[in-house]
Each structure stands twice: as structure tokens, then as C-alpha cells.
């Protein structure tokens, strides 16, 4: 495999440079040559002045990324979306004109009707490469594109102007003496056959991340295209901060057993989606995902891993210069986060290497353990409404939950507070409250709901009592 590549999406919660930089060493040693690089709105385009994250970097933080990574051997593949994905600039009224289907339109991509969306494209794919001149491969994305947009300007036949226009960017790139590259999944739903449309040389990237298509993989490795794969390393359950680990190391094993099925692929990304879209609650980010990383590194480098177990335990061991129960960290992460916090706990204290990673690994950890406990009253507070609402629940049990509903505001507070000045070692101040806020904001609206819901019932067990009392007494005078 000549491209073994993780994608560095910066929808995520982006790390700071110096962390970023640590990051890609570790990322190196577990055998990755090639970083994709995702800007979306963390980049500061000239063109797009004023409408960047606050956590953008500079272009001078980027510049240091290129030649940390150049040292390293590790090639930077640019993704700057040529379709759709879009949201991060099309939200603003600014860009109304350019959304498909007009002002009205949507924010997720942009009229390939419209000359101003390839000139805009050209401008950023240019203030790109300025910064990155060595750039040999460029990814124009061009996924998921909507075919049924309404839109009056380029009407019925999308697939028209989306081949046309991806045709043009990949012209424009290979003009430029690069490579270009974009994701399989149009072809594969509206035919293969359609890529034969495209300038010759382009390659094709096929993202399967979770059924493998064995038959569409038949078909397309048969055609005389380059072929790279794309597997995942995060999913998504219940917006917790880790994700589930062993789910995508299935995915991971799947596209093992792909590469050296069908030697016509020349490359593979492993994905690291920050966010489904840039308008979504953050998914994952480059240190929460490290043992992933290690694990789909291993598999570009060496094939399927035989013993996942083994392998992480070991890996965990080199890695932190500690002997401890890895496997069982990571298969506990988002499913019972206590359990994985044992073994964060032991990590921290003893880890003689890479500790900040440990550290960070805890503090996320330790938001979903608060996350569980939150979630673990509330459902238990939803099964008993009922019975709250008509007085059928008893001090124990009221008491017992009104000190859940006080203990999770207790503990928010506190959390907050201790985690705040580790994460903002490594990540911007602003991500650090925005990540915050999508998962404990509306948790404390309904922990305060509850606490009401709680006081009215343990009012109307009093009064169903004295009821009860009064009739026993009217009874006895009978
Ligand atoms: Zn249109």
C-alpha cells in the first residue's frame, strides 16, 4: 500500500499546534505516511475573510504543520469540497446567493450552476496551496452530493452538472501537476459508468464503513481506475465524548481483508469524522481516537490483526510504559464508562510515557461517566412519572432521586471546573465550552425539570397520606 493515510478533519475539536504536532509523531510511528486535510471554516481564506471558527488556525500554524510533517516523511493530501459539505460557509447569509435552490435554498451545497461556486472553489483551492506548494495529491471531496435540491437554476439533471463540475476541478488540479482524488459514493449510486466521464487519471476513493458491498467491489476494482479504500474509526451512540471502539475495528478488519483481495488499490484513508456535518454536535477528535489510529496503522502496515486483544495490550504497553488492561479500557469506552475510568485512573498515575495523552483520554472519559450517571437517573425518573404524578411513590424513592437530581448539578459544576484547565492545555477555550455545552446544557434544563417533577410527587404521597388518614378516622367515628 503506497498511501496510508488518517484524516485530520477539523470539524472537529481541533487540537493546538503543539498538540497537533505531538500528535503527528504518534500518528507516524504507528505507521501513517499521509494526513488529509480537512479545513472547513478552521483555515483563514482570504476569500471567506470573517466568516472563519475562532479556533482557526493561522496560516503560520499551518506552515509549521507542513514542515513538522515534511520532516517526518508524512505527505499532506488537502481536501477542500467541491460540492457539497458546505454548511460552514453557506449558513451565512453572505454566501445566500450560491446555496443550490437560491437563497431559500439549502446551506449544504452550493448551484453547480453557478460560475461563482467554481470561482470561489479556485480561490480557496489556491490560498490552500500557496501554503502548501510541495502538495503532489489534492482531494476535491465531492460526496453526497443532493440530486433532488430543488433548484431553478440547474433544474432536473444534477448528475450533469455535478460530473461537469467535478471534471472542471479535477482539470484544475491536474493542471497544476497533482493528483486528484474524490470519494466513490455518486459513482456507486448512480452508476459507475458515469466515472468514465471524468478526466482520466483521477482517483477513485471508496468509503465503506460499515456493510462491505463485496459485489460493487467486484465491479469497480475491475475498471482501469485508481482505487483508494476508506475505512472509519469513530462512531457515534448517544453523543457521549468517547465513541465505541471495537464497532469500527470490525471496519477496520473488513478493509484488512479488502486490500489484499484487490491490489488495484493504491491507498487507503482511515477517517476521523469530527461531525457528520459542520452544523452537528462534535463526534470524535485525534487524541480521543489514538488507540484506533494504532489499530487501523497496524493493519495498513501489516495486514489483519490476528488477536485484537493482544494486540491492544501490547500496543498500550509500549505505548504508555504501562502493563495494564487496555482492551477492556477501550471496549468499556461510551458503554460503561466507570469501568473504562479504573483503568484510566491506574494509566494516569503510572504512565511513563505519553501521560497527556492518558490525561486527556481520562478527562473525556470522565465527562461520560457523569454522562451515564445523568442519564441513568433520568431514566429512571421517566419510568416512574407515572407513579410520581399520582403520589404512588414513597419517601425512599423520591428522597432517593431528589439527591440524584442534586448530586448531577453538584457534580456538573465540579467537573467543569477541574476539567477546564487540563483540556484548554490542548484544545481552544471556545471548542472547550461549545463540546460542554452540547452535552451537559440541555442535561441540566432536564436534571431541574426532574427536580420539580420530584417535589410535586413527594407532595402528593403527603397528601394522598393525610387522605387516607382522614377517611381511616371517618371510618373509626362510623
Ligand atoms: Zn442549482
Known amino acids: ?121 479556485q480561490k480557496m483551492t489556491d490560498e490552500i496551496l500557496e501554503i502548501f506548494p510541495d502538495t503532489k495529491i489534492f482531494h476535491i471531496g465531492a460526496d453526497e452530493c443532493r440530486m433532488r435540491e430543488p433548484c431553478q437554476r440547474c433544474g432536473e439533471n444534477k448528475l450533469d452538472f455535478y460530473i461537469k463540475r467535478v471534471a472542471r476541478c479535477v482539470e484544475y488540479i491536474q493542471s497544476k501537476n497533482m493528483k486528484a482524488v474524490i470519494w466513490d459514493d455518486v459513482f456507486r449510486k448512480y452508476g459507475i459508468e458515469q466515472f468514465k466521464r471524468l478526466p482520466s487519471g483521477v482517483v477513485c476513493c471508496v468509503w465503506l464503513y460499515r456493510e462491505i458491498d463485496w459485489q460493487y467491489l467486484e465491479k469497480i476494482a475491475g475498471m482501469d481506475i485508481e482505487l483508494w479504500g476508506a475505512s472509519s474509526l469513530q462512531a457515534n451512540k448517544n453523543n457521549y465524548v468517547m465513541n465505541p471502539h471495537e464497532i469500527k475495528m470490525d471496519n477496520v478488519d473488513d478493509w484488512g481483508r479488502i486490500h489484499p483481495k484487490y491490489p488495484r488499490f493504491t491507498g487507503h484513508i482511515a477517517t476521523l469524522w469530527g461531525r457528520n456535518q459542520c452544523l452537528s454536535p462534535y463526534n470524535t477528535n485525534l487524541t480521543q481516537a489514538v488507540l484506533m489510529t494504532a489499530y487501523s496503522g497496524k493493519t495498513l502496515t501489516d495486514g489483519l490483526i490476528a488477536d485484537r486483544k493482544e494486540f491492544i495490550n501490547s500496543y498500550g504497553r509500549d505505548f504508555f510504559g504501562v502493563d ?113 455545552e452540547q452535552h451537559f446544557a440541555a442535561r441540566l434544563e432536564q436534571n431541574q425539570y426532574w427536580g420539580k417533577v420530584i417535589e410535586e410527587a413527594k407532595q402528593k404521597w403527603q397528601h394522598n397520606l393525610q387522605q387516607a388518614a382522614g377517611q381511616t378516622s371517618e371510618n373509626l367515628q362510623k
Open 324 to 436: 495494564l488492561d487496555y482492551f477492556t479500557m477501550i471496549r468499556y469506552f461510551n458503554y460503561e464508562p466507570a469501568i473504562a475510568g479504573k483503568v484510566l485512573a491506574e494509566l494516569c498515575e503510572k504512565a511513563l510515557y505519553h501521560r497527556s495523552i492518558a490525561e486527556i483520554l481520562q478527562a473525556f472519559n470522565k465527562m461520560d461517566e457523569l454522562l451515564d450517571y445523568m442519564d441513568m437517573c433520568f431514566s429512571n425518573n421517566q419510568a416512574s412519572l407515572a407513579s410520581y404524578r399520582n403520589g404512588g411513590s414513597p419517601p425512599e424513592l423520591t428522597g432517593n432521586w431528589a439527591d440524584g437530581v442534586r448530586i448531577a448539578a453538584e457534580r456538573c459544576e465540579k467537573l467543569y471546573n477541574d476539567l477546564t484547565p487540563v483540556i484548554t492545555r490542548y484544545f481552544y477555550k471556545n471548542q472547550w465550552d461549545e463540546l460542554w
Open 1 to 121: 500500500m503506497n498511501i496510508k493515510a488518517l484524516h485530520f478533519d477539523m470539524k472537529a475539536v481541533i487540537p493546538k499546534l503543539d498538540h497537533a504536532l505531538e500528535m503527528i509523531d504518534i500518528f507516524a510511528a504507528q505507521g501513517f505516511n499521509t494526513i488529509i486535510l480537512e479545513f472547513e471554516d478552521k483555515f483563514p481564506f482570504e476569500a471567506t475573510r470573517g466568516f472563519h471558527h475562532p479556533a482557526a488556525w493561522s496560516k503560520d500554524d499551518f506552515r509549521s504543520l507542513a514542515q513538522h510533517c515534511k520532516e517526518r516523511n508524512i505527505e499532506i493530501v488537502p481536501l477542500m469540497q467541491s460540492i457539497g459539505h458546505l454548511d460552514y460557509l453557506l449558513k451565512y447569509p453572505a454566501f445566500q446567493h450560491l446555496r443550490d435552490g437560491g437563497a431559500m435554498g439549502t446551506t449544504y451545497q452550493w448551484c453547480l450552476a453557478l460560475e461563482a461556486s467554481y470561482e470561489l472553489w
